[in-house]
């Protein structure tokens, strides 16, 4: 009777042990990218991980609204803006973390440590190779000028991925020229603004306009499925600045009830292997430079980064909100 008291005091022990080693993520990011993921990291350390997959904005008002008695250790969502607004509103913790600090360059992480870039994506420029010309392209600000008139297509400002373009330009250029830029991209379209990247593109090889901007892995992801189209991929301003970068990321939530299983895994995240199943999955670029991109993302060639801090994203969207609002950018 000895023995099976003993060895049921064991197995609970080891259940408990199992059930405080779990780590809970709300996760904006689709579960078919990141359970594959999540089941890497159970197999080679035990730890399970349990995730909860919803918009970045109802998973932060879930975690206001469930404030310590969150089961989140983790919040895991795309673009620095949404991380920012997290980290802003009180629902991130600070970590320090050689491991992070060593795989996650500077301008992709919260200079604070409270969330990390994960996977790098850029958005440039996009152009139809039977009316535009490579050499006919340059920079971001060049689409304001009126040679550009009646040729040129954008996503809508409502989607956060241009509201972190028109922040980092603000960052860059201060808000009266960011302003003019944007007022000279208005004056230029073909056409009303699209409502996601996909359309804008296929827009452009239709010939309904001739360049735009978008995220590299909506090209990507178009051209596996149709090869044959006339779409080029242009590096936005490589004499100047460097093409403009954003990260999807992660953080340890302010009330974690697993702070160091969230940042074990959160340092796994951004180590070699996850890093190439992260990325690749989404046709993304790894946040670790020493992890090489998939071969059909490294065959868009090389380009240089613009390195303001991703964290201006954030920290500048308000303004670059109402700076698209005034200048009839919908």
Same mark, same amino acid.
């Given at each position: ?17 199992? +059930?405080?080693?779990? =780590? ?63 980290? +802003? ?35 440039? %420029?996009? !152009?139809?190779?039977?009316? =535009? ?35 980092? %330009? ?16 208005? $004056? ?29 892995? !909506? ?35 302010? +009330? ?26 989404? %046709?993304? !670029?790894? =946040? ?9 993302? $490294? ?32």
């Amino acid at each position: 009777m000895k023995k099976f008291a003993l060895a049921a005091v064991a197995l609970s022990t080891l259940t408990a042990l199992a +059930h405080a080693e779990a =780590v809970t993520v709300y996760t904006a990011r689709n579960e078919q990218l990141i359970k594959p993921l999540f089941d890497a990291y159970t197999r080679e350390t035990g730890v399970e991980v349990r995730f909860v997959t919803d918009k970045e904005g109802p998973l932060m008002e879930r975690l206001k609204a469930e404030g310590k008695n969150t089961p989140a250790d983790m919040l895991m969502t795309v673009d620095a803006g949404n991380l920012w607004q997290a980290a +802003h509103e009180g629902l991130l913790k600070p970590v320090a973390s050689k491991t992070l600090d060593a795989n996650v360059p500077a301008h992709l992480r919260d200079p604070k440590g409270q969330w990390y870039g994960l996977s790098v994506r850029a958005r440039t %420029m996009f !152009y139809n190779t039977q009316k =535009v010309k490579p050499a006919d392209l340059s920079t971001y600000e060049n689409l304001a000028d009126p040679k550009w008139k009646g040729r040129l297509c954008l996503r809508t400002s409502k989607k956060v991925y241009n509201q972190s373009l028109v922040a980092t %330009m603000i960052a860059e250029h201060g808000a009266a020229r960011t302003e003019k830029i944007v007022r000279g991209w208005v $004056a230029n379209l073909a056409t009303a603004p699209f409502p996601d990247d996909t359309r804008m593109l296929e827009a452009i090889a239709a010939g309904q306009c001739d360049v735009g901007i978008a995220n590299t892995y !909506y090209y990507g992801r178009l051209m596996e499925k149709q090869p044959r189209l006339p779409l080029g991929l242009f590096w936005a301003n490589q004499k100047t600045s460097g093409t403009h970068v954003n990260v999807s990321g992660a953080g340890v939530t302010a +009330h974690a009830k697993n702070e160091k299983g969230a940042l074990k895994l959160l340092e796994w995240l951004s180590g070699p292997q996850a890093q190439n199943l992260y990325a690749d999955k989404n %046709m993304e !670029y790894p =946040v670790n430079p020493k992890v090489k991109p998939d071969p059909a993302v $490294a065959a868009w060639g090389d380009f240089k980064h613009n390195y303001v801090n991703v964290s201006k994203a954030g920290e500048l969207q308000a303004e670059a909100v109402k700076l698209m609002d005034r200048a009839g950018y919908r």
